[in-house]
């Protein structure tokens, strides 16, 4: 994955202490301003921009292909994420110690995260309590505040953003899995909730989700039907 976009600036929350020197904000992102370049720590390139960049890229899709567009974002999302995975599983020793396969998924997910989590996306909390079950649940927040970006104030607006994150987390839980899996958001900050909350799931529970999401129902009322057709 050469290039990367960034919605918005690295946050101030600093990983868990095992993370922090090797994940620090000012660890994460190298620019080199005379080229105008800016790398990762794993030599990536970087792109910051704002997210209104992403909320163009729907606009004009919707213009092109209409309703479609959200399911071609997921599908970006999909493939960015199962590429990422790959480049994060060929670095687990350096990472861990250990092949990836052997470490906690929990564990995996928070140090995958990161760099996401730096470049502006958010912190996401991955709930591994209903795993055994094939649900996921991810709480998503902190990247709709206004911050300090590399060269501007930007706000993030995850309505725009929200059918990609689906993606991302459906492809990374597809490639650490080994199975075909799907996400649908079933609460959206731009609604009023206080965080956006992702389901990752079978494809047949991720549509009744979706459809119950539809007709209304929030989070926990979804979660609890899902709950009791296990």
Do not use: N
């Amino acid at each position: 994955m050469p290039t990367s976009v960034s919605p918005s600036s690295p946050p101030t929350d600093a990983p868990r202490p095992w993370r922090r020197r090797k994940s620090a904000r000012e660890h994460c992102f190298r620019s080199d301003v005379a080229a105008g370049t800016i790398v990762d720590r794993f030599d990536r390139r970087m792109m910051f921009a704002s997210v209104d960049l992403l909320a163009a890229l729907k606009a004009a899709l919707a213009h092109e292909v209409g309703d479609a567009a959200a399911e071609i974002l997921t599908k970006v999302g999909q493939a960015w994420a199962a590429t990422d995975l790959d480049a994060f599983r060929a670095r687990a020793i350096e990472e861990f110690g250990v092949e990836l396969p052997k470490v906690h998924m929990g564990v995996a997910l928070a140090t995958w995260w990161w760099p996401w989590q730096a470049g502006g996306w958010g912190t996401a909390r991955f709930d591994l309590g209903r795993v055994a079950q094939r649900m996921v649940w991810i709480d998503l927040d902190g990247s709709a505040a206004v911050r300090q970006s590399v060269a501007e104030l930007v706000r993030v607006r995850l309505r725009h953003t929200c059918d990609l994150y689906a993606g991302l987390f459906a492809g990374a839980f597809g490639r650490l899995s080994g199975r075909e899996v799907a996400c649908v958001e079933v609460q959206c900050r731009s609604a009023g909730d206080p965080s956006c909350r992702f389901l990752v799931t079978t494809k047949s529970r991720a549509a009744s989700a979706a459809t119950w999401r539809d007709a209304g129902a929030g989070a926990d009322v979804i979660e609890q039907r899902l709950s009791e057709a296990t």
